[in-house]
């Protein structure tokens, strides 16, 4: 019997023993662990005293046990108000904060903090574990991000051009910086939500969309503002990323004052050029009064003679009066349509109609200094996306300059009909509407080819040009997104070649014949 009970006492010490040495280890091992965390473990009373710490803090903060945990923290001399401790002492719930100090260099720390409660067999809270995880580097990245996204956004945000954020599908307003009211007359917040389409006429948004949804640039075009006020703006579209969103950033300049005093010195020009024009527009007119006088003329003296008058003459009489005032009221009406001011607005007009009208305009000025005009027009020619009012001026400067050139040449010498010569010329080349005006004149110097199309530069004598003819017409054709520049004529002249993009099938308003 003793000996059962030897045996069983050695079983149940060793039971003890094994008990003991594997609580050891566990020990052991949650004392590795909570000795290795990398973050900062405080084990706190019910005062807020520290009784236990890992090596982490006492790295950091080489504390001795009974210190105050304000003290060690953040050199405090009384709690802080916020306290996770204290919350958790209360509730016995885990709490969570952020937590800042300031370096005696004037760095700061910041922390995420947890805490936990520590309970004894009767459930009772004893003492509370406070974990604290250092997260400066990430505050101070966030804190710089912030400080970059203020600075950018105040860039955004006091550029003078409206700058837009769209919805790529939609074309919503997602964002908008100030000048949106200094331009558009909305207050940022009456654009946000709203379609960026709805600054477009009506009837042009379709067009306009496929432009904001190609990324296209849009010249020159007229929007709407607030209370129909109308703008007239050059447009950049580019896809951009914003805040993790694909988006469309357009960006608008107001053109409008631009575009208003380019138009008074075109009208400027264009009066000029009708001083200029008054001996031919007086001969022109002088032909139909002159028939109209003289078959007035003859009526009046059949009548007062009482003389019969045929029927088929009184009828030949009648027409040569009504055809001659009919020519009259064509050359006032043209006249006066080139001295209106031109609309802003383009469509689609018929370059060879334009020229032949700038010519009928001009075209006794030429025949009486027996000049010729050849012309070689493409009777298929594309219409060009332009104003036929202001292309017709283009054309008129052009040929002053060849009729000018021309005498100015043969002025001190008696000229043969062929080198007294205009060509005008229409075609298409490499999928542009192409025109060339050449004539027989001085020519242009390689020197002066440079700066013919600069404001205010003429090569006439003084009181003979203004210098604007050719820069005026170098901005309209611009305008249209054409190109025009100077070469030499063979037979010595210069050569004018202008050439105009074809424009997409959703064009505006086709007025094919320039009339």
């Known amino acids: 019997m003793a000996f059962v009970l030897t045996i069983t006492a050695l079983i149940v010490a060793s039971v003890i023993v094994l008990l003991i040495v594997k609580l050891r280890r566990q020990r052991q091992e949650y004392q590795t662990l909570f000795e290795s965390v990398p973050c900062t473990i405080t084990v706190q009373d019910k005062d807020f005293r520290i009784v236990g710490y890992n090596r982490e803090f006492a790295d950091m903060f080489n504390p001795t046990v009974g210190d105050y945990c304000y003290q060690v923290y953040k050199g405090r001399s009384r709690k802080c108000e916020v306290c996770p401790v204290e919350r958790t002492f209360h509730d016995g719930k ?36 406070e974990m604290c995880l250092d997260v400066t580097a990430r505050k101070m990245l966030e804190d710089e991000l912030e400080r970059s996204e203020k600075k950018y956004y105040a860039i955004f945000d006091n550029i003078p051009n409206p700058v837009l954020v769209l919805d790529p599908e939609t074309y919503e307003v997602l964002d908008a910086n100030k000048s949106i009211e200094s331009v558009y007359g909305y207050t ?31 010249n020159q075009v007229k929007q709407i503002g607030r209370s129909g006020k109308t703008l007239y703006v050059n447009i950049r579209v580019s896809p951009s990323e914003y805040w993790g969103q694909q988006v469309l950033l357009v960006t608008t300049s107001d053109i409008t004052k631009r575009l208003e005093a380019e138009q008074q010195l075109t009208q400027a020009s264009k009066l000029a050029t009708l001083g200029e024009m008054a001996t031919g527009v007086a001969h022109e007119l ?8 003289m078959a007035s003329g003859f009526l009046t003296k059949k009548i007062q003679q009482k003389e019969p008058i045929p029927p088929e003459i009184l009828i030949n009489m009648a027409e040569k009066i009504n055809n001659n005032v009919e020519r009259a009221n064509k050359i006032i009406n043209h006249m006066r349509d080139f001295a209106r001011k031109s609309d802003l607005t383009l469509e689609k007009i018929g370059v060879n109609g334009v020229l032949e009208r700038a010519y009928d305009i001009f075209s006794q000025q030429l025949k009486l200094r027996k000049i010729e005009v050849i012309w070689n027009l493409d009777e298929n020619l594309p219409p060009i996306m332009g104003d036929a009012g202001r292309l017709e001026q283009v054309f008129i400067n052009l040929l002053v300059n060849a009729r000018d050139a021309i005498e100015k040449r043969w002025e001190a ?22 025109v060339e005006v050449c004539d027989t004149g001085t020519g242009i110097s390689k020197g002066v080819r440079e700066k013919i199309f600069e404001p205010f530069f003429t090569t006439k004598e003084v009181g003979k040009g203004t210098g604007l003819g050719l820069s005026i017409s170098y901005g309209i054709v611009k305008d249209f997104r054409g190109q025009i520049r100077v070469t030499s004529h063979p037979k010595g002249g210069a050569c004018f070649q202008l050439e105009f ?9 086709d007025v094919s014949n320039g009339r």
């Open 501 to 509: 993009p074809i424009p997409q099938p959703s064009g505006k308003k």
């Open 94 to 129: 885990t709490h969570t904060s952020e937590e800042t100090r300031e370096n005696k260099n004037g760095t700061r720390k910041h922390w995420i903090v947890k805490t936990a409660p520590v309970t004894n067999a009767q459930g009772e809270i004893v003492a509370a574990i």
């Open 286 to 293: 002088n032909q139909p009064l002159t028939v109209i006088k």
């Open 188 to 218: 940022k917040d009456a654009v946000l939500g709203k379609s960026f389409l709805d600054f477009f006429a009506a009837e042009e948004r379709k067009h306009f969309e496929f432009k904001l949804k190609n990324a296209e640039p849009i």
């Open 413 to 434: 010498e008696d000229a043969a009909a062929h080198d007294k010569r205009i060509f005008i010329t229409t075609d298409t080349r490499n999928g542009q509407v192409f």
